[in-house]
């Protein structure tokens, strides 16, 4: 089973500043098989980046995903309001499994 | 719009079964893998079954393998979990979800969630 480490487990940021989050798998993912998703209080995760690097539909382009192999980044460009949310990857590359979450906080 | 309702929760004594329902609308359901997936405070996301889109193939974690079965009927436009011996490991927000494309894929759409309480 590929092992998703997300790192820091929380940011604590202000509105208007870069966000850098990571997320280091236990072993390469094939094909950047890499997602990112969001997720609110109360809320289902929404799908953010696929494919590493791909917008899903309505992501803005503030939201950034690289990496390749074992480690990836999810960058928010300039932070609004509402990204401050918990921040999940997911790979399935190999089977399905995420990381533990990063928590994106107002600081 | 994509729409994803689950149903079917609640609170439900060890060992015994509980069945979940995901009805899908706003896509050709017929078309797109479908996946269950399971939120605990403590252990995060974990995702547990998944099935092809035409029901052929079906594969599953290995925290409920010979317990939970997935299941789908794409002439009604819905997705099952069987959840049989339940534990209270197993107390959990359930999501359902779409495949981005193929088995193994992206979550694309979420169902908003259903509450399984494992408690005597």
């Known amino acids: 089973e590929i092992v998703l480490t997300q790192s820091p487990g929380t940011l604590s940021l202000s509105p208007g500043e870069r966000a850098t989050l990571s997320c280091r798998a236990s072993?390469?993912?094939?094909?950047?098989?890499l997602a990112w998703y969001q997720q609110k209080p109360g809320q289902a995760p929404r799908l953010l980046i696929y494919g590493a690097s791909s917008r899903a539909t309505g992501t803005p382009d503030r939201f950034s995903g690289s990496g390749s192999g074992t480690d990836f980044t999810l960058t928010i460009s300039r932070l609004e309001p509402e990204d401050f949310a918990v921040y999940y990857c997911q790979q399935y590359g190999s089977s399905l499994t995420f990381g533990g979450g990063t928590k994106v906080e107002i600081k | 719009q994509v729409q994803l309702v689950e149903s079917g929760g609640g609170v439900v004594q060890p060992e015994r079964s509980l069945r979940l329902s995901c009805t899908a609308s706003?896509?050709?359901?017929?078309?797109?893998?479908m996946h269950w997936v399971r939120q605990t405070p403590g252990k995060g996301l974990e995702w547990v079954a998944l099935?092809?889109?035409?029901?052929?193939?079906?594969y599953s974690a290995d925290s409920v393998k010979g317990r939970f079965s997935i299941s789908r009927d794409n002439s009604k436009n819905t997705l099952y979990l069987q959840m049989n011996n339940l534990r209270t490991e197993d107390t959990a927000v359930y999501y359902c979800a779409r495949g981005g494309g193929g088995n193994y894929a992206y979550l694309d759409y979420w169902g908003q969630g259903m509450l399984v309480t494992v408690s005597s």
């Open positions: 099935i092809s889109y035409d029901g052929m193939n079906k």
């Open positions: 706003g896509f050709t359901f017929s078309l797109y893998a």
């Open positions: 072993q390469s993912v094939s094909s950047s098989y």
